[in-house]
């Protein structure tokens, strides 16, 4: 059975619940590969999670190239995976930073690329739902290697081991690759409420709560249950609150524990 690569995304030393989700995914076209693309002694702490989800066999590419280059180096990484192993396909996360790096992997492999699937078969066809959730669209790749992105939240991960076989890559970044450097990192403050795809609580707000004032009620109520703030694309319209805060088909899909996911 032909492997399926996986782009770890991860933070703090856990992988991030998307990267869960894509292994789960991943089963269902063959077998999961996760590929972690980072600074060195970040993979260490990610394996044995990893292993716990599915992943059959976890690449290790360790450079600090990958975090000081910005998106060029993952892209690259894979591509180099792509060329090697002729995987059945290669799932990215939908996230801004997922969809950048998915484009490049496309080009660079002369293959065709599906963004922001919620269903995945196990023939390869992905359902996309697109114009806010009036029309459904089926499609699947048949040109090159399938690069697919993967809605956050749109699949349930799965707690089942898998055989978690290590490999070390060697990362040789081009110099085109190098072309964005990050100069500086500034975390952004938060606050103490988790992120809203990670959340296992969400309080949403919508056209009913009235006016901007009016959602602090809705965070309140949030803080008291260690929720996260959702909000409507009719209150993020009216600029109630923030755009990243929105849920639903247009904005951001959320998934309960022990239920399907929620859009």
């Given at each position: 059975m032909?492997?399926?690569l996986?782009?770890?995304?991860?933070?703090?030393g856990?992988?991030?619940?998307?990267t869960?989700?894509?292994l789960?995914?991943?089963?269902q076209?063959?077998e999961?590969?996760?590929?972690?693309?980072?600074?060195?002694g970040?993979?260490a702490?990610?394996?044995?999670?990893?292993?716990?989800h599915?992943?059959?066999k976890i690449?290790?590419?360790?450079s600090a190239d990958?975090?000081?280059?910005?998106?060029?180096?993952?892209?690259?990484?894979?591509a180099?995976?792509?060329?090697?192993?002729?995987?059945?396909a290669?799932?990215i996360?939908?996230?801004?930073e997922?969809?950048?790096i998915a484009?490049?992997?496309?080009i660079?492999?002369?293959s065709?690329?599906l963004?922001?699937v919620?269903?995945?078969s196990a023939d390869?066809?992905g359902?996309?739902s697109?114009?806010?959730?009036g029309?459904?669209?089926?499609s699947r790749?048949r040109?090159?290697t399938p690069?697919?992105?993967?809605?956050?939240?749109?699949f349930?991960?799965?707690?089942?081991?898998?055989?978690?076989?290590?490999?070390?890559?060697?990362?040789?970044?081009?110099d085109?690759?190098?072309g964005?450097k990050v100069?500086?990192r500034?975390?952004?403050d938060k606050?103490?409420?988790?992120?809203?795809?990670?959340?296992?609580?969400?309080?949403?707000?919508?056209r009913?709560v009235g006016?901007?004032e009016n959602?602090?009620?809705?965070?309140?109520?949030?803080?008291?249950?260690?929720?996260a703030?959702g909000?409507s694309?009719?209150?993020?319209?009216?600029g109630?609150?923030?755009?990243?805060h929105q849920?639903?088909?247009?904005?951001?899909?959320?998934s309960?524990?022990d239920?399907?996911?929620?859009?």
């Amino acid at each position: 059975m032909a492997e399926v690569l996986i782009l770890v995304e991860h933070a703090d030393g856990a992988p991030k619940k998307v990267t869960y989700e894509l292994l789960a995914a991943a089963k269902q076209l063959g077998e999961p590969a996760a590929v972690i693309a980072a600074a060195p002694g970040t993979a260490a702490a990610l394996t044995d999670a990893l292993t716990q989800h599915g992943a059959e066999k976890i690449y290790l590419a360790e450079s600090a190239d990958i975090d000081d280059f910005l998106v060029a180096p993952k892209a690259e990484v894979l591509a180099g995976l792509v060329d090697a192993k002729s995987p059945a396909a290669v799932l990215i996360a939908a996230t801004g930073e997922g969809k950048e790096i998915a484009g490049r992997l496309a080009i660079k492999t002369g293959s065709g690329f599906l963004t922001d699937v919620v269903e995945l078969s196990a023939d390869g066809v992905g359902t996309q739902s697109i114009f806010g959730g009036g029309i459904t669209v089926h499609s699947r790749v048949r040109t090159g290697t399938p690069i697919i992105t993967l809605r956050p939240n749109a699949f349930a991960p799965v707690e089942q081991a898998g055989a978690g076989a290590v490999e070390t890559v060697t990362v040789a970044i081009s110099d085109a690759a190098k072309g964005a450097k990050v100069v500086d990192r500034q975390q952004e403050d938060k606050g103490d409420r988790p992120e809203l795809t990670e959340a296992q609580i969400v309080v949403s707000g919508g056209r009913g709560v009235g006016s901007a004032e009016n959602f602090g009620l809705i965070e309140k109520l949030a803080d008291s249950l260690d929720a996260a703030v959702g909000a409507s694309r009719a209150a993020t319209d009216a600029g109630w609150y923030p755009h990243q805060h929105q849920v639903g088909q247009t904005g951001v899909t959320v998934s309960p524990p022990d239920s399907q996911p929620q859009t």
